[in-house]
């Protein structure tokens, strides 16, 4: 039986400006932090994996004494732990005020493969209750139950480490061939490739000009038809799958056979050449 596994934030919804980051500096102004991250600041953050590391990486001396906050190791875990709870509160709440719509085409394909008898999941180093939020805002109530979650501290060490995915497999009872991953960040695609995975990348809000080498297909977004039309615009497809206006299942299905391990793996056809 064949999985499709989505990462959470940038794919089914483009949450990282519109959540995370306001969640993230009202968390710092409840606390009385004397920080407030920028679009442009955020960007950078985005690439570390995990909400408490994000936060992690404001703890600097200077910051430390600023704040007024224990330099004891154990204690200055306890108040990021305080920080992150209050964060996702925030968060869940941004979410479920439906402010943020879910990303073209996730819904759509999702219910494909279910009606086909895939496996669903999503694995994200996102907290798990802000993961569920974003499922359930994404798929609706019916079909976010027939997700697997395999979300936050469940591993230790984060994207682009592929501890997550390995993690999904296992708990899936799933090889790596048998699985497609959409992501949309360089750290969500190393960490599904460093499992043996298959990744497809919808590139997101501060994604668009990542590196996505080894990609099995890259594009702008899953798409729809009309009448909510999205065309998905392909940025880079090696294996040549060409999929229309919108991706379908059946798209990702080959992907499978294109990129997949073994001798019935093609090789890459032609590097596209459409700038991207």
């Known amino acids: 039986m064949p999985a499709l596994v989505f990462d959470c934030d940038g794919v089914l919804a483009d949450t990282e400006r519109d959540g995370h980051l306001p969640a993230f500096n009202r968390t710092f102004e409840e606390f009385g932090l004397p920080v407030r991250w920028s679009d442009e600041e955020y960007a950078q953050k985005v690439r570390v994996g995990g909400g408490k590391e994000r936060m992690r990486?404001?703890?600097?001396?200077?910051?430390?004494?600023?704040?007024?906050?224990?330099?004891?190791?154990a204690a200055l875990d306890e108040r990021v732990a305080a920080w992150h709870r209050r964060k996702t509160e925030i968060y869940t709440a941004i979410i479920?005020?439906?402010?943020?719509?879910?990303?073209?085409?996730?819904?759509?394909?999702?219910?494909?493969?279910?009606?086909?008898?895939?496996a669903l999941a999503v694995a994200s180093t996102s907290?798990?209750?802000?993961?569920?939020?974003?499922l359930e805002l994404a798929m609706g109530p019916e079909l976010a139950s027939r997700f697997a979650v395999f979300a936050g501290d469940v591993v230790q060490r984060k994207k682009p480490a592929p501890d997550i995915y390995a993690f999904a497999l296992d708990r899936l009872g799933l090889r790596p061939a048998d699985a497609v991953v959409i992501e949309d960040s360089r750290n969500g695609l190393l960490a599904a490739l460093g499992a043996g995975l298959t990744c497809a990348v919808t590139t997101?809000?501060?994604?668009?000009?990542?590196?996505?080498?080894?990609?099995?297909?890259?594009?702008?977004?899953?798409?729809?038809p009309p009448p909510r039309e999205t065309v998905a615009r392909v940025l880079s497809d090696p294996f040549g799958v060409a999929p229309g206006p919108y991706v379908v299942l059946a798209d990702l299905a080959r992907l499978l056979t294109a990129a997949g391990p073994g001798p019935g793996a093609r090789d890459p056809a032609p590097a596209d050449p459409r700038p991207h």
Not at 57 to 73: H, I, M, R, S
Not at 127 to 134: F, G, I, L, T
Not at 204 to 224: H, I, K, M, P
């Open 57 to 73: 990486t404001l703890l600097t001396p200077d910051f430390v004494a600023a704040a007024g906050l224990p330099t004891d190791p």
């Open 204 to 224: 997101s809000a501060y994604t668009g000009q990542e590196d996505f080498t080894g990609a099995a297909l890259v594009v702008t977004s899953l798409g729809d």
């Open 96 to 118: 479920g005020g439906g402010s943020i719509p879910p990303r073209p085409g996730v819904r759509r394909v999702a219910t494909e493969a279910h009606e086909a008898g895939w």
């Open 127 to 134: 907290a798990e209750p802000s993961v569920r939020s974003v």
